[in-house]
């Protein structure tokens, strides 16, 4: 019995410090402060090193890992709840079970790997030293290849905290600075073991984390003043419109609202602009820019005679401006499988003698509000979560030229809304020669708290990465323009009409970043330090 007591008492111990890391790196995250970001996976990892000591079984270390992802997915993703609510129509109850689910599956990767890297100690009898760095090395290229339709890493709470180490993703991205952040843990947890039996690794770990943390910190200031150099500029007025959730369902099902809303953003852009003239009498901006689906109306070619197309344009030629606008694209000669007519998510570019380009078409739907998976297969679906959209792909990443006044012109890459989670999308931007990319999205499903600090810093995070200025324009916020030199330049107010003027500097002759040219390529070093551990294993009959 008190045998049955002590391992109790011990396995409860051990849990407590997945609570511990749980709580941590979910509260280090944003849009936390990140207190706790250089330290935050130790308490479980230093549990599982103690459990493994007591012959613990996988099983128990697994749910160890587990715990901790489930309870900083609870507090990082609480934001399930309220779209599972305002998106999905969901009771409280369903709503809660969807954030539970969420949880529970969202970052499994976590327990996965560290279970997989107590597996490999024990299968080649690894020191508790490699036992660690392999934990951190598995955990970095899980978090890699595991699919999410959300994915974060810890590298982005350096950009939300503006610690110049950011600067640094235009060489191994966001997903390279969050397996930096792992390895120092993983020494941090080293050196801690070490105190005790050996001062000297001890102090020569802590100093060379500082060293190594001090270069990168002196080299990301470097990096901001090489990426300031711009020859050229390109003005855009951004509008905010925060048109609330019912609102624009109800417009956007063609039942009421629709002049309302394209009246709202007429008049707001009017009554800017009329403000603006009286202070400086020669101000025009190159581009105005709409969020994500900001007209509730097709603006295709063939639907240009109709009075709130026309309304528009009529409108961009008195601007004299460039617009850019989100909104849809309705294809009268096709069908989907459902036999509607075919939709499509847009950015229209309007000139002030019509269409400049063709419309842009969001190419990365979001499963469950733009397409239902298996939903071709099985049309039940559609009809069991009616809320379910079904709008078709765009082709990809394209770059679109604007002629602007003066004889101007300059290239812009499009995104809508999530797109600009996938590096590899504005990768792809980038190497189509665009000078500028630009995000439209409407986070208002989402609301207040977490989520639209998180999709804002994860945006802005893409023009660090391919050193190209971003700007984004949103429906109830955050709308703000980061700079290819890492500089956030004025961010809206969160669901607030608001509207602002940008000077967007960039070089015309802006050469490919590293990240851009390569992508991820630092996966081979996390690859080759895992060989390396198993490679330099002791003798079986060696001690730990």
């Known amino acids: 019995m008190a045998n049955n007591l002590s391992?109790?008492?011990?396995?409860?111990?051990?849990?407590?410090?997945?609570v511990v890391t749980?709580?941590?790196?979910?509260?280090?995250?944003?849009?936390?402060?990140?207190?706790?970001?250089?330290?935050?996976?130790?308490?479980?990892?230093?549990?599982?090193?103690?459990?493994?000591?007591?012959?613990?079984?996988?099983k128990t270390q697994f749910m160890m890992a587990w715990m901790a992802q489930f309870i900083f997915t609870l507090i990082g993703f609480n934001w399930i709840y309220y779209t599972a609510s305002e998106f999905g129509h969901l009771n409280p109850v369903l709503s809660g079970l969807a954030l539970v689910l969420f949880a529970t599956f969202m970052n499994i990767y976590v327990p996965i790997a560290l279970t997989s890297a107590t597996w490999l100690k024990r299968k080649y009898r690894l020191t508790t030293t490699q036992h660690i760095f392999l934990m951190a090395l598995l955990l970095s290229l899980s978090e890699r290849i595991w699919p999410g339709i959300f994915q974060w890493n810890l590298g982005y709470t350096l950009l939300w905290m503006k610690w110049p180490v950011f600067q640094w993703a235009d060489t191994v991205g966001f997903l390279g600075l969050s397996s930096f952040i792992f390895l120092i843990q993983a020494t941090l947890l080293t050196a801690f073991l070490q105190y005790k039996t050996n001062k000297k690794i001890f102090t020569s770990?802590?100093?060379?984390?500082?060293?190594?943390?001090?270069?990168?910190?002196?080299?990301?200031?470097?990096?901001?003043?090489?990426?300031?150099?711009?020859?050229?500029?390109?003005?855009?007025?951004?509008?905010?419109?925060?048109?609330?959730?019912?609102?624009?369902?109800?417009?956007?099902?063609?039942?009421?609202?629709?002049?309302?809303?394209?009246?709202?953003?007429?008049?707001?852009?009017?009554?800017?602009?009329?403000?603006?003239?009286?202070?400086?009498?020669?101000?025009?901006?190159d581009i105005i820019l709409w969020p994500e689906t900001a007209l509730p109306i097709p603006m295709d070619p063939h639907f240009s005679q109709k009075s709130m197309q026309s309304q528009i344009q009529a409108q961009v030629k008195l601007w004299n401006s460039v617009l850019i606008t989100g909104a849809y694209s309705n294809d009268q000669t096709k069908r989907d499988h459902l036999g509607s007519i075919i939709t499509r998510n847009s950015v229209f570019f309007i000139g002030p003698d019509g269409p400049q380009q063709p419309a842009y078409y969001k190419s990365q739907l979001l499963a469950f509000g733009e397409y239902m998976p298996l939903g071709e297969t099985f049309p039940i679906l559609y009809k069991l979560l009616p809320f379910v959209g079904t709008f078709e792909r765009g082709?990809?990443?394209?770059?679109?030229?604007?002629?602007?006044?003066?004889?101007?012109?300059?290239?812009?890459?499009?995104?809508?809304?999530?797109?600009?989670?996938?590096?590899?999308?504005s990768r792809e931007l980038s190497k189509k020669g665009t000078d500028i990319i630009f995000n439209v999205t409407n986070d208002s499903w989402f609301g207040d708290w977490a989520e639209p600090y998180q999709h804002m810093t994860m945006t802005l995070a893409r023009a660090v990465e391919v050193r190209r200025p971003l700007v984004r324009a949103t429906n109830t916020g955050f709308t703000s323009v980061i700079l290819a030199n890492g500089q956030e330049l004025e961010r809206s107010r969160m669901n607030q009409t608001w509207m602002s003027t940008y000077d967007v500097t960039y070089n015309s002759k802006a050469p490919q970043s590293a990240y851009t040219r390569w992508g991820h390529w630092d996966w081979l070093l996390l690859v080759f330090g895992i060989f390396f551990i198993m490679l330099n294993r002791p003798l079986k009959t060696g001690k730990k």
């Open 395 to 425: 082709p990809g990443p394209v770059a679109k030229k604007l002629f602007l006044a003066k004889q101007r012109s300059v290239t812009v890459g499009p995104q809508i809304c999530y797109e600009s989670l996938d590096p590899q999308f």
């Open 7 to 18: 391992h109790f008492k011990r396995k409860y111990h051990f849990f407590s410090l997945s």
């Open 22 to 58: 749980g709580i941590f790196v979910g509260t280090s995250y944003i849009p936390f402060p990140a207190w706790a970001l250089f330290f935050c996976y130790i308490p479980l990892w230093f549990a599982l090193i103690k459990a493994e000591g007591e012959n613990t079984t996988l």
């Open 205 to 285: 770990l802590l100093a060379g984390i500082f060293v190594t943390f001090l270069v990168l910190h002196l080299t990301g200031l470097s990096k901001e003043s090489l990426w300031s150099k711009t020859d050229r500029s390109v003005s855009f007025s951004i509008t905010q419109g925060n048109i609330g959730n019912e609102e624009k369902m109800i417009s956007e099902l063609g039942r009421g609202f629709q002049p309302a809303i394209v009246g709202k953003y007429i008049s707001q852009t009017n009554d800017y602009f009329s403000q603006k003239i009286a202070q400086e009498p020669q101000f025009n901006p």
